[in-house]
Structures are given as C-alpha cells and as structure tokens.
C-alpha cells in the first residue's frame, strides 16, 4: 500500500479508512481445494472405466499412448490458464502449437537441436507479438489472440504440407519426462499464483477497466510471453509423440486443441476474471477431459468428442460462478471490516445520561460545559502546595465545610475548641486539637 505525501500546497494525506477497505481481499482458498478433490475423484473413475474398455485408443496404446496424448494437452491447458490469470486470455493456442508443429517438422532434417530451436523460437516471436499489443498498446487479450491466431490460419492454409519428419519418436521415458515436467510446472504455477502476495499484484489488472493503465504491464507481458511458449512446447511434443511410418508428421488440429485447453482451464477452476484460480485442478481437468474423450471413442457414443470440450466449458463458466461467489465478503464480513482502524473509534465514548450530570468526550471536544475544571483547579492548587480545600468551589465543600458530605456523623467536630496547647485563641478563630482531632474529641 502507497502513502501519498503532503503536496507543494500543504495538504496533508488524504488516506481514509475506505481507501484502505478498498484493497483486495484475501481469497479462500478452500473452495478451490474441494473443487479439486472432486476433479482428481471423478478422473480417477472415469480413468478406471478407460482401462475396462476392450477397444479404442486406450486399448491399443495403452498408458503410453495416454500420457503421449496428454502432454500436449496440459501444456496447452497450463497455457490458456497463465493468460486467464494476468487477464489476457490466449485464444491462439491451438493455431500457435500448430505453427510450431509445422516449423519443427519442416525443419527436423536439420537435426533435433535446429528443429527445437526453430520451433520454439517461432513461437517466441509469436509470443512477443502478441505481449505486446496486450502490455503496451493494452488490447484486450481475445481481440489480440484472435487477430493473431487467424493469421496463422491463413498462413497455414498458404503453405501446406510440411516436409518428410526426419527424427525419431521420442521414447517413452522422454514422454514420461515431458508429461512429469508439464505436470510440474502446471502445479508450480498453481502454487506461485495461491500466495496472497501475488494475487495483490494481479488485482489491478482485474480491476482496471479495458484499455486503462494499471501498473502491472510487466506482469502480462510475462504472462503472456510464458503462455506462447507453452503451447509452441505443445505444438512441438504433440509432431514428436506422433511420429507416422512414413510420410509427414500429423499436425495437431488448432481448434479441437484451443476448446479442449480453455474448456479444461476453465474445468479446473481458473476464473474468466482473472487473477483467480486453483494449483493442480488445471492438470486434473487435462487428464479427464482427455479420459472422457478415449472413453468415447472407446464405447462408440454417437456425438463428434468437441461436444465433451464444449461441454466443459459450458461447466466452467458455472464454476467461475462458484469461485467468484465464494470469495464476495458477506455483509457482516464488510461491515465488521469496515469499523476496523478508524481513529475516530478511539476518540467516542457511549452517551450516558445527561440528567446524571455527565456528557459525552464529544460534547466536551465541542467546547461545552467543563464540568472537570473545578477538579483541575484541586490539582493546580496541590501543586502549588495550598489547601485545596480552600478553593474547591464545585462538588467539593470550601473551607469550614465538611470535607465528608452533609452525613451528620462527624457533626460533633464542628464545635469550637477555644483552647489551645498553649492557652491563647489562635488567629483566625478557633483550632482543634491534634488530639481531639483524631480521637474525635
């Protein structure tokens, strides 16, 4: 939180208690956790009906085949989640892995180092294209990733097959590495975008109306630039895992991968606002999308597998709901808060009243009566070392008085003792005795 400071006319801090309440508040994060227990319990069935089955692509490639398909996947899933997070939604994943794709197979002949670095590093200027128009020039991030995946659409059309792929496929425990990796980094975003430190940093983003500065053009940059480069890596593992006989490598296909990664981003509980989400659910959502996906083709269910992405995202608009819903303060929360830290509080005492002869500390602030002078006037008296009460002149008797109140029981020490230790009346009239004084006499 920034303090301002006074300005060149003397005008102090203008901070209020409700410029403080207008921070973001923290999230809870437990409906993301059950969210995702649900998600890991769900593809765990679906997963176990997969392995039932006795035809379909599970059935012939088995779990090799399974993670070979499901690293593409996650990445891309990883991909469109980041962006949703920094609030620039990348609607061309789908056309970016398949840029990439195309790139790395059309150059494997160079060998596997030329191909990585040529299709990466395609999706990489892709990247900065399009962090650009959504950090600098601050257009909205479907516009941005619209523009940009119907460019590489109509150069994919234009240029046609790829040359012959020249490299071998990649063995399994390099898919394994591949899909441990994704999984990774999926959860270790998850897990950066859960501290509350974080989450402060990407408010402005959401909260800034389209088009308006924020402060955080770094954060979508980066976010942005992180989410092309995972789905170039997709597009690259996706030729790799699939490697023909002969021939050319088959391509992904951009809008059948683009719907199942926002339909499993959007599953796994990332919000379409932004800056909201989950830390596994994403790669959770992956796997069983892609299980209810072989799962179809498996039982032969007579519908195209786009209607299971669509699908998911027609759920996870309905958890956008959820999660937005589960983190709104309820009334009592906000009003609660909202006394919290106003030095005003400090300053109030509760009314009482006034027919007892007391007030309020406001009234007294508001220049009425000082009914505590007369006590004041005790106090400096004391100090100056007088009888304080000679000159007590409120609730307090004056001189002669009974200093104990009108009670009557010490009546019998206002009589007069003419005498005194040394046979003469003291001036001022009569004294009392020391002794007469204590002893009552």
């Known amino acids: 939180m920034k303090f301002d400071t006074p300005n060149r ?57 399974f993670m070979a398909a499901l690293v593409p996947l996650l990445l891309l899933a990883s991909a469109v989640s980041t962006s949703l997070r920094v609030g620039a939604i990348n609607l061309a994943a789908g056309p970016i892995a398949l840029l990439s794709a195309w790139i790395f197979v059309d150059a494997s002949s160079s060998g596997s180092a030329m191909a990585l670095g040529m299709g990466l590093g395609a999706a990489l200027f892709i990247g900065i294209v399009l962090a650009t128009l959504c950090a600098w020039l601050r257009v909205p991030g479907w516009a941005a990733s619209g523009a940009v995946g119907g460019a590489i659409g109509l150069w994919a059309g234009a240029a046609g097959e790829p040359g012959q792929f020249m490299l071998a496929e990649l063995p399994s425990t390099g898919v394994l590495a591949a899909l441990a990796a994704a999984a990774g980094l999926s959860i270790f975003l998850g897990l950066v975008g859960a501290f509350a430190g974080v989450r402060e940093r990407l408010a402005p983003i959401r909260d800034t109306p389209v088009g308006e500065r924020h402060g955080r053009g770094g954060l979508v940059f980066f976010g942005t630039l992180l989410s092309v480069g995972m789905a170039g890596a997709a597009g690259v593992l996706a030729a790799w895992t699939a490697v023909p006989e002969q021939g050319a490598a088959a391509l992904p296909d951009p809008i059948l991968l683009s719907v199942l990664a926002l339909g499993a981003a959007l599953l796994g509980g990332t919000s379409l606002l932004g800056r909201r989400g989950g830390v596994a659910g994403t790669a959770f959502a992956a796997a069983l999308l892609l299980a209810m996906t072989w799962l179809s083709e498996a039982r032969d269910w007579n519908f195209e597998p786009g209607w299971i992405a669509l699908s998911a995202i027609v759920i996870g608009f309905l958890v956008t709901h959820l999660v937005e819903a589960m983190n709104t303060p309820d009334d009592s929360e906000l009003e609660s808060t909202s006394r919290a830290g106003e030095v005003g509080d400090l300053r109030e005492t509760d009314p009482v009243d006034a027919e007892q002869g007391q007030f309020t500390a406001r009234e007294h602030r508001q220049g009425g009566d000082e009914p505590f002078a007369e006590y004041d006037e005790d106090l400096a008296a004391v100090g100056n070392g007088r009888d304080p009460w000679a000159t007590t002149t409120g609730g307090f008797p004056r001189a002669g008085a009974d200093p104990f109140g009108a009670s009557g029981v010490f009546d019998n020490l206002r009589e007069p003792n003419s005498r005194s230790d040394y046979g003469y009346e003291p001036q001022g009239g009569p004294g009392y005795d020391d002794a007469d004084r204590r002893f009552g006499r």
């Open 9 to 65: 006319d003397g005008e102090q801090d203008k901070t209020s208690s409700q410029d403080v309440l207008s921070e973001t508040p923290t999230d809870r994060m437990a409906v993301h956790v059950v969210w995702e227990i649900g998600l890991l319990l769900l593809g765990g069935g679906v997963l176990f009906a997969l392995t039932q089955s006795s035809g379909g692509p599970f059935a012939e490639s088995s779990w090799s085949g």
